[in-house]
């Protein structure tokens, strides 16, 4: 069987070269595109020689579409603009599209639903890591153990050059411990606190972003009852984790249909 070819979106960034790396040395897999934004300094450059993986002969480029036609799957952890062009190319070309960007508005997702229903193979986490999905189903399961006199607070830290807040893995994790309580995020969530807040609204869930140094990801959901208190928590301190997830997922739904996938659906 020949081997899956892989397009690494924003590949000069560091999540881009983990991406490469975790690639080169996956079985049935090859990096065949490297894209980077128009301008980028490592234009032309060759992306295995920038990821310390010895030359691929693989030079970054800043073309998406003509780098789309040599692959089978785009990887792709950049920005909400880059990643719908790459999902509406992805459509028109039938590819894989494993999506990890985040700060994607609603609106974005739907653009991403509607590149999955015409015809790409999209699999969409905001963390890809085993760890950070089984953090998910376990919040889920809590929150729906434990009734409102438990407080829900979701505290997460990262690196100062992170863009957007709450991080995706945070929302994950909102989400999922709203849909343990049967509620709407929307309606129960609590972003930000500032000034004269008055008391904490029974059944909120709270969120706090941390930012500082060079931190992969680090994820808190803190249960606040009376006189006890449960707290889970997920502790990333290397990139590659991410990329494997990302390579295992474009793996899995290398033979599947059309859709919008998860990484429960890749995990099972």
């Not at 032309?44 to 799957?73: C, M, N, Y």
């Not at 929307?186 to 706090?208: D, L, S, Y």
């Not at 984790?241 to 059309?258: N, T």
Request: charged share 20%.
């Amino acid at each position: 069987m020949a081997d899956m070819r892989f397009a690494v979106l924003g590949a000069a960034g560091r999540m881009g070269l983990a991406l490469v790396r975790t690639i080169k040395e996956t079985p049935g897999a090859v990096v065949t595109a490297a894209i980077e934004r128009p301008g980028s300094i490592a234009i032309g450059q060759d992306v295995g020689l920038l990821a310390g993986v010895g030359k691929l002969t693989v030079p970054i480029s800043d073309d998406l579409k003509a780098a789309l036609a040599r692959a089978d799957a785009v990887l792709d952890f950049t920005a909400p603009d880059a990643t719908i062009a790459c999902a509406r190319l992805a459509a028109e070309k039938g590819l894989v599209h494993v999506i990890g960007t985040t700060g994607l508005s609603a609106a974005d997702d739907a653009e991403i639903a509607g590149a999955a229903a015409r015809g790409a193979r999209i699999v969409k986490a905001g963390n890809m890591s085993l760890g950070v999905n089984l953090l998910v189903a376990l919040t889920r399961k809590i929150a729906a153990a434990l009734d409102e006199d438990f407080d829900i607070e979701i505290v997460e830290m990262h690196h100062k050059m992170k863009v957007d807040a709450p991080s995706g893995t945070a929302l994950m994790l909102g989400h999922a411990a709203a849909e343990g309580r049967g509620v709407d995020l929307g309606a129960k969530g609590m972003f930000a606190r500032h000034g004269q807040t008055g008391v904490r609204g029974r059944g909120q869930i709270g969120f706090a972003a941390l930012r500082g140094g060079n931190v992969v990801g680090e994820h808190t959901v803190i249960f606040a009852g009376e006189h006890e208190r449960v707290e889970i928590t997920h502790k990333a301190t290397d990139r590659s984790i991410f990329a494997r997830g990302a390579v295992k997922a474009a793996l899995w739904a290398k033979d599947k249909g059309a859709g919008l996938y998860s990484m429960a659906n890749v995990l099972g």
